[in-house]
């Protein structure tokens, strides 16, 4: 079982930046595809970005070149640095890891969730 807990979530102005982390635990992640996800009040989940065991990594057209996804394997913990964040962005991110080290933008391939994190830009 891997147990998620994401934190840095906050309230920022449009432009601003935020960074948020995601801590695993109960077994290493450094091997496992693991990904962020961001679900808008009315709206369904979407993939944000996601970094392969490889590792590789892919993001939403919506986020690419303003967001960074990255992983600390000694702190078993992963990041999203999210720059010059608009209104649009504002939604509750997920982390989430999958047994497999192949990375996915499908929600329902990932097997570990956490808890989210509210972000909200304001304009």
């Known amino acids: 079982q891997v147990q998620l807990a994401e934190s840095g979530g906050g309230l920022v102005q449009a432009g601003g930046s935020l960074r948020l982390s995601c801590a695993a635990s109960?077994?290493?992640?450094?091997?496992?595809?693991m990904g962020w996800f961001r679900q808008a009040p009315g709206k369904e989940r979407e993939f944000v970005a996601f970094m392969s065991g490889a590792p590789v990594t892919y993001y939403a057209d919506s986020v690419k070149g303003r967001f960074t996804i990255s992983r600390d394997n000694a702190k078993n913990t992963m990041y999203l640095q999210m720059n010059s964040l608009k209104p649009e962005d504002t939604a509750v991110y997920y982390c989430?890891?999958?047994?497999?080290?192949?990375?996915?933008?499908?929600?329902?391939?990932?097997?570990?969730w956490g808890q989210g994190t509210q972000v909200t830009v304001s304009s």
């Open positions: 109960g077994r290493t992640v450094s091997r496992s595809a």
């Open positions: 989430a890891a999958r047994l497999s080290g192949i990375g996915s933008s499908v929600p329902r391939e990932y097997a570990y």
